[in-house]
């Protein structure tokens, strides 16, 4: 029988995140005179009011509230960088690391949104697994009725290892083949 246990190769396969890279780490401090509410500001370009932090994870409602439902043929570079931003915001804190809180996101996040030219050379993957692997620890606890993370990547990992809980594939190119075009083959994710 093969391997057991969830690997970061997995992850790379079945998401296509990155396991190499700098590591996702931050000590949560911002600079002098900077607040959470100022970084999101700098960022997103907008005021956000302190009502749309959930204790001290702030709504994932906010950043759909800035952004249309669909951007304009016309749109300019900062339309593009700004929805390009909001969409990974929803992905990091309603994919990759949900929460017990639901439809929120730990602002530590935003720091690596940033610089938009960095983001992919962080270890999404690696840093996906670890949160995941955490938290069923802390979900062992009589207090706690479930296990958060990247529930995707654990079903995904499951229908590799179990093949008769697995949807059929069927054998349907993407919607856009190009996309794929002289990269590597997509993620199992993407099937």
Same mark, same amino acid.
């Given at each position: 029988?093969?391997?057991?246990? /969830?690997? #970061?190769?997995?992850?790379? !396969?079945? $998401?296509?995140?990155? *396991?190499? =890279? @700098? %590591? &996702?780490?931050?000590?949560?401090? /911002?600079? #002098?005179?900077?607040?959470? !509410?100022? $970084?999101?500001?700098? *960022?997103? =370009? @907008? %005021? &956000? ?19 249309? =439902? ?22 990091? =804190? ?98």
């Amino acid at each position: 029988m093969g391997e057991v246990a /969830l690997t #970061p190769q997995d992850v790379d !396969i079945l $998401l296509g995140l990155p *396991i190499d =890279g @700098h %590591a &996702l780490i931050s000590d949560c401090t /911002l600079g #002098p005179g900077m607040s959470w !509410i100022g $970084l999101v500001a700098s *960022i997103f =370009g @907008h %005021a &956000l009011a302190p009502t749309r932090f959930n204790g001290y994870r702030l709504q994932l409602r906010f950043f759909s509230s800035i952004t249309p =439902g669909r951007l304009s043929d016309v749109a300019s570079a900062e339309e593009v960088l700004l929805h390009t931003r909001c969409y990974l915001v929803h992905i990091i =804190g309603g994919v990759l690391f949900t929460d017990h809180f639901g439809g929120s996101i730990h602002p530590m996040y935003l720091l690596f949104l940033r610089d938009l030219d960095m983001y992919g050379d962080y270890a999404w993957g690696a840093a996906v697994l670890a949160f995941l692997y955490r938290e069923p620890c802390k979900g062992c606890n009589t207090d706690k009725e479930e296990v958060v993370g990247c529930l995707l990547l654990l079903q995904l990992w499951a229908w590799e290892r179990l093949p008769t809980l697995a949807p059929i594939r069927l054998n349907v190119p993407l919607h856009d083949s190009r996309l794929w075009d002289g990269q590597l083959a997509s993620p199992y994710g993407a099937w």
